[in-house]
């Protein structure tokens, strides 16, 4: 088949416009900028608890709070490699979509008969997610403002015509929610996602935590496995010790302190550009007045919304592996991904020629073969984790705490009797065959956005196996 450009290379911003729209940004997370912190202590000496958790994300901790709010007796430590929300939770777009199971098709072909069952529970699960941010009095910046997917080529607008959910909108009417002269189509749905900010999230949750009686500690790595002690588990950090009954493993993309998952994830790295405020003038001219989440349908898509303060954030696209599954600072760098992110931005919204972009980043996304999260046990039931969001942690991390805390209580309930829980995903291959792997389904997703969404043999043999992806 012919090899078709894309929108992106036919309409592509001189290489000066982008250069001078990346050049005052920093190399800072904006949603870590935009919150107010407070120093922890680190731990030294030793403590003993009754819960233990390993990761100051939003996985462990939804499980600190709900932890509390089911005992308000348990003693709960939390550590923190670092920071709280540093990570993941504190460098993602703030799309909280209700999914537990990456998009219906996803969950669908992998769990066909639990689907309904998982989208009861996606359901529950978000509307607890959104009012525990108003209980507990977090400004999140919560907003039901629903989700945009557009088309930009004659292939996209089909597949957007053949779903079921929400609205489908022409050429003209996808325009007139979001001025992009790059739109083809959309299709627009509400009632299951939201936006957040993500850093204040993070934040918010910490001081509910601490509020209901948490201990957090930050720069507080853990050294080595949880290890068995008596009745209960020892955690230890370079200069401490804390002693519980059970532990939480909340550390995601980073290397399991477990060695039977550690080839569950792979680290995948995801850009990100937000630009200064935007004026009036150019506010006007994009129209996006109902301020929705936006996202395409491309292999390689784009992610896009506003700010509170009328910043646009641009993630997406690229998604970058380095072999050896490390997590490392020098890799959030890359010139090439911000300048391609840079000119994309501008093919879509050419009205904002001259925009500057104030920050950009980047974050390592853990990444499993069923593109939504694992759960399990460990240390004889004692220990349990979760891992393998693939992206899509702000809303599900809340649900997987709810199973690792059923799971550690030794309760049969409906969510830890899901297949989705009790099962494991295939594991990713070691090195070298990781990185080839990736990179040959890469370069093969690049390839199908270039053949009108034609799949190729790789392509159509992972989704036979339950390993393909296409979003």
Request: hydrophobic share 40%.
């Amino acid at each position: 088949m012919t090899r078709h450009s894309t929108v992106f290379e036919r309409n592509a911003p001189s290489a000066s416009l982008v250069t001078a729209s990346l050049a005052a940004s920093e190399q800072r997370v904006f949603w870590l900028d935009d919150v107010e912190t407070q120093p922890r202590a680190s731990l030294v000496g030793t403590r003993d608890a009754d819960l233990t958790i390993v990761g100051g994300g939003y996985t462990g901790l939804w499980t600190a709070v709900l932890a509390k709010r089911r005992d308000p007796s348990r003693r709960v430590v939390l550590l923190e490699a670092q920071t709280i929300g540093w990570a993941a939770s504190g460098r993602n777009g703030g799309f909280a979509e209700s999914s537990l199971t990456h998009g219906e098709e996803n969950g669908r072909s992998r769990w066909p008969d639990e689907y309904e069952a998982l989208e009861q529970h996606s359901d529950d699960n978000f509307e607890g997610f959104t009012s525990d941010i108003r209980d507990l009095g977090i400004d999140a910046q919560l907003e039901l403002t629903g989700v945009l997917s557009v088309a930009y080529e004659p292939h996209q607008v089909r597949w957007l015509q053949e779903e079921q959910a929400g609205t489908f909108l022409d050429a003209q009417q996808v325009r007139a929610e979001i001025n992009s002269p790059a739109f083809a189509a959309g299709r627009l749905t509400h009632g299951d996602d939201a936006l957040v900010h993500p850093g204040r999230l993070a934040h918010g949750l910490a001081r509910a935590a601490e509020e209901l009686g948490v201990e957090i500690f930050e720069h507080s790595a853990v050294v080595g496995p949880p290890r068995r002690s008596g009745g209960g588990v020892e955690v230890r950090t370079a200069a401490g010790l804390v002693r519980s009954r059970q532990v939480v493993l909340a550390t995601n993309v980073f290397t399991s302190l477990l060695r039977r998952t550690r080839l569950m994830t792979v680290p995948v790295y995801d850009y990100v550009l937000m630009t200064e405020p935007l004026t009036a003038e150019q506010r006007d001219s994009i129209g996006w007045h109902g301020r929705q989440g936006l996202t395409d349908l491309a292999n390689q898509f784009h992610y896009s919304r506003l700010t509170a303060d009328d910043r646009i954030l641009y993630g997406g696209y690229d998604a970058v592996y380095h072999a050896g599954r490390n997590v490392r600072p020098e890799y959030e760098d890359r010139d090439d991904s911000y300048r391609t992110l840079a000119s994309h931005l501008l093919t879509t919204f050419p009205q904002l020629e001259g925009v500057r972009f104030s920050h950009r980043w980047a974050g390592a996304i853990d990444t499993s073969t069923q593109f939504c999260a694992f759960n399990g046990l460990a240390l004889r039931g004692r220990v349990a984790y979760a891992a393998g969001f693939t992206g899509l942690g702000v809303v599900a991390t809340r649900f997987a705490a709810q199973v690792m805390l059923d799971r550690l209580a030794g309760e049969q309930t409906p969510r830890t009797q899901l297949e989705m829980v009790r099962k494991k995903p295939l594991p990713f291959p070691p090195e070298p065959f990781a990185k080839i792997g990736i990179e040959a389904t890469k370069w093969s997703l690049d390839r199908a956005d270039h053949r009108e969404g034609q799949r190729n043999v790789l392509l159509r043999t992972l989704d036979r196996l339950g390993l393909g992806f296409d979003s």
